[in-house]
């Protein structure tokens, strides 16, 4: 594999390189946490606007514009210089916050979702381009590491967070705190980010980012088909999957003949590109898309409240701090970074085939243990993905190679969440009317499930196991994906300092 060349670190003092670091990190917590934040809201929200056939769209508006507009942001960074493309990233996400909290009515949240969904894109793609502008290949390895933390622990720190703010202050609050978290970020960017000229002029590819935007929206759209049209295979379902392999088909036409393409075909040339994709889309699968998932699940098998639940999440959370710091700091000392990726996909089969052998009464301690194993696994392999492409394509396009990965996590991610959605769903139909005196089993919630009797509680814990099995059968089968593709990488060694 081609290591490019590292230029020298984008600010070379280290204490103000460190202040950057920090600003970059709260920019890229409040992005990330925007997706989370909102789902214990939505009853809230649901409740004063109505509609609730379209509340999922509060969530998707912004899945879907963030996945859009990932690969467009990297390619503006290189094209024109990553300051002022973060900065305005910052700008429309702040604004679109503001939009958030003055909606006043359902149809003008999902607007603003998409607004703020522009934004929180184009911080996350270009944060991870800004830290391989800062640090050199090895020492990337670490600070990357940190930033995969916010990802995971924004996952598990959103759903507590919303839910704690919505009863405190209202449902607006957890939009418009982000205003001022906004205005310092912007502050801290306008005056310790330096301005690195591109060595280029910028040509901007229009058409493929149409096109792009396109097929990744027709992506979500199909994931979410049994929601949006009744079913997957509906009239509605198929005309988008369509018009997205249309989108898809022409978008490589396009990038062929682009002369400064959204994603450079020239990069799909290294193998190993392709398979950094692959791996990030099953890590975004397995590490992001099951965290709703385990807490349903911990929820209704364990008979834990929603806040006793979360606690579990410590145990996730710790795990992936103790596996992306041990991660990071290793790769910044040997260079080495295929085990670690084998290591991750090899931890998240092992975990998610254990919790097939869960079942009601199962001792707490070793849930813990295994949510604890899990998290490991995903620490370990957060940054793996996005140092390989950046230490393998030229400097000029680190934002698009960058982007593109970003783009593969939250998009795996996104697809899984609605398969995972689909197993349950076809699941749990067929335990209605089996339990006296439940109507519907999916209408159960924690609160009126604890009000139950004992044996009632233990026939829904039974059932919610028995829909799960094949949902972790899945998601394990997706993780062996990834081991998989992890093997096939060529190994590599990581240049040093002295050696760029």
């Known amino acids: 594999m081609d290591m490019q060349t590292f230029p020298g670190p984008l600010v070379e003092n280290k204490r103000l390189r460190l202040t950057l670091f920090c600003f970059l990190m709260a920019a890229l917590f409040m992005a990330t946490l925007d997706h989370q934040i909102v789902s214990t809201a939505l009853p809230t929200i649901v409740g004063e606007f109505g509609q609730m056939e379209r509340f999922g769209w509060i969530g998707s508006a912004y899945l879907l514009a963030t996945c859009a507009v990932m690969p467009v942001y990297g390619k503006l960074g290189d094209l024109f210089g990553r300051k002022y493309v973060m900065i305005a990233a910052v700008m429309i ?85 982000n205003i001022p978290v906004g205005a310092i970020v912007l502050t801290g960017l306008l005056v310790f980010l330096p301005y690195r000229r591109p060595t280029r002029q910028p040509k901007i590819d229009y058409a493929g980012a149409l096109l792009l935007a396109g097929a990744i929206t027709s992506v979500v759209l199909v994931a979410d088909g049994s929601e949006l049209f009744g079913s997957l295979v509906s009239a509605g379902s198929l005309s988008v999957l369509a018009g997205g392999l249309a989108c898809a088909v022409a978008w490589v036409w396009v990038e062929r003949r682009a002369p400064e393409p959204i994603v450079p075909m020239s990069l799909f040339a290294n193998r190993s590109f392709s398979l950094f994709l692959l791996i990030s889309l099953t890590s975004g699968a397995v590490g992001i898309g099951m965290i709703n998932y385990f807490a349903l699940f911990l929820q209704n098998t364990t008979g834990l409240s929603p806040s006793s639940a979360g606690l579990l999440f410590i145990m996730l959370t710790g795990g992936i701090v103790c596996g992306s710091l041990t991660a990071g700091r290793l790769i910044s000392r040997t260079g080495r970074i295929k085990i670690f990726s084998l290591a991750s996909a090899g931890f998240a089969v092992t975990a998610l085939l254990a919790f097939t052998q869960i079942q009601p009464g199962t001792p707490l301690v070793l849930i813990c243990a295994l949510m604890a194993f899990h998290g490991v696994g995903i620490g370990l392999g957060q940054q793996v993905p996005i140092i390989g492409v950046q230490n393998m394509v030229a400097r000029g396009d680190v934002g698009a190679a960058t982007g593109a990965v ?39 919630t924690p609160l009126l499930l604890s009000a139950m009797p004992a044996a009632t509680r233990q026939a829904v814990a039974e059932i919610y196991t028995l829909a799960f099995h094949p949902l972790f059968m899945t998601a394990a089968g997706i993780a062996g994906i990834g081991l998989i593709a992890a093997a096939a990488i060529r190994s590599i060694r990581l240049p040093s300092a002295k050696a760029g």
Do not use: H, K
């Not at 507590?160 to 009863?167: I, N, R």
């Not at 697809?415 to 006296?436: K, Q």
């Open 93 to 177: 996400f702040t604004l679109g916050s503001i939009a958030c909290g003055l909606a006043v009515s359902m149809n003008t949240l999902i607007a603003a979702r998409v607004l703020q969904g522009l934004g929180g894109g184009g911080i996350m793609v270009s944060i991870f381009a800004v830290t391989a502008d800062l640090f050199e290949p090895r020492e990337r390895a670490r600070y990357q590491s940190y930033s995969s933390l916010m990802l995971m622990a924004s996952g598990a720190i959103g759903p507590v967070l919303g839910g704690t703010m919505s009863d405190l202050f209202g449902w607006r609050s957890i939009f418009l705190i």
């Open 406 to 444: 970003t783009l593969s996590r939250m998009a795996g991610a996104s697809i899984a969440i609605s398969i995972y959605g689909a197993i349950i769903a076809a699941a749990l139909p067929r335990a209605v009317g089996a339990i006296p005196g439940v109507g519907d089993i999916e209408t159960l």
